[in-house]
């Protein structure tokens, strides 16, 4: 009997252990990226709170290929006078008074051989949530998409975008 049971026994490890990758799988596809950053800064809050549009800080959407990361100075604008009082603000002021910009970790990242560009996908119409989710509900914000090639290929496709290599490759 114990016999019989003994290979069953490993199969179910064996596809036990299979889950487990697989789930820590799918935890990285939907939960991507997140880095520490140098100060917690929170999007829910200036977007919900403050009510800010993602543009007052990410400047350069409809303009290049980057989006844009605020300066010190733009936040400036505020916690010279906001929010004093908390710690994350004053490490913030800290760094303003050093004049010594903030190396926040990048969040996205692309092989070096891939070309992307804001400004054309903006300008056809095309939400910051179809490609970053819904960043105005993230505490810090994360990668929600895995942003390979197939995906990026299949709306090119579907909206007779380029899809010849050269497009998107250099
Ligand atoms: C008050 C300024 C501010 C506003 C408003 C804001 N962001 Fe950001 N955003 C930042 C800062 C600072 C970072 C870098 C730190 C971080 O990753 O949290 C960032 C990072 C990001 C990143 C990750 C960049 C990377 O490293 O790949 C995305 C995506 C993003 N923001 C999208 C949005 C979207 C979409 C909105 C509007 C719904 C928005 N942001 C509104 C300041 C802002
Ligand atoms: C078609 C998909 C797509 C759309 C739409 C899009 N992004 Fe991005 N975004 C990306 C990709 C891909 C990257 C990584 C590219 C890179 O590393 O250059 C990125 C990187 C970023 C970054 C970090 C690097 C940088 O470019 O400064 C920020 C901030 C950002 N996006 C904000 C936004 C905001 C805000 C919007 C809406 C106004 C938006 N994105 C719309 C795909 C998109
Ligand atoms: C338009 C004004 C405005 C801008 C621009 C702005 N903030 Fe704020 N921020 C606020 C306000 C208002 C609060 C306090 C919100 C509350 O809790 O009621 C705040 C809160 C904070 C906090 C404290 C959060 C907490 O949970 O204690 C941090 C940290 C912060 N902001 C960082 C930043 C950084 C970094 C930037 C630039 C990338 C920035 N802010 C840009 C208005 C702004
Ligand atoms: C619409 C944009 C787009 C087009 C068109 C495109 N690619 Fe890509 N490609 C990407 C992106 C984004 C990545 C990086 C993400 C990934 O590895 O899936 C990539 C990655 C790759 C890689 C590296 C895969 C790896 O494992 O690192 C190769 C090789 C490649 N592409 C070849 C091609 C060839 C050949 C063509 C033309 C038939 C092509 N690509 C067309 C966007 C594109
Ligand atoms: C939701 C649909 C969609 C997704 C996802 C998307 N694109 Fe696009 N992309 C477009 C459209 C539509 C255009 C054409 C805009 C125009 O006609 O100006 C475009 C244009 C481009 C261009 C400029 C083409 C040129 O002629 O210069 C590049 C480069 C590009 N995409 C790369 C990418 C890469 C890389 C990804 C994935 C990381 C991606 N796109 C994901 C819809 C998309």
Known sequence: MIKKLLPLAFIGLAVAGVLLVGAMGLNWYYNGNKPDQPI??????????????????????????????????????????????????????AFWERKEPIAWNKVHIQPWHVRFTHKRHIKAGIECTHCHGEVKAMTT??????????????????????????????
């Open 40 to 93: 917690a800064f929170n999007h829910n809050l200036h977007i919900e709170k403050v009510g800010l549009e993602c543009t007052h800080c990410h400047r350069y959407t409809d303009k290049s290929p980057q989006a844009g990361i605020p300066s010190v100075s733009i936040c400036m604008g505020c916690h010279e006078s906001a929010a004093i009082d908390r710690p994350e603000v004053k490490k913030l002021r």
């Open 141 to 170: 914000v994360r990668k929600v998409r895995t942003l390979e090639m197939g995906w990026c290929v299949s709306c090119h496709r579907e909206k007779n975008a380029p899809t010849d290599c050269l497009n998107c490759h250099k």
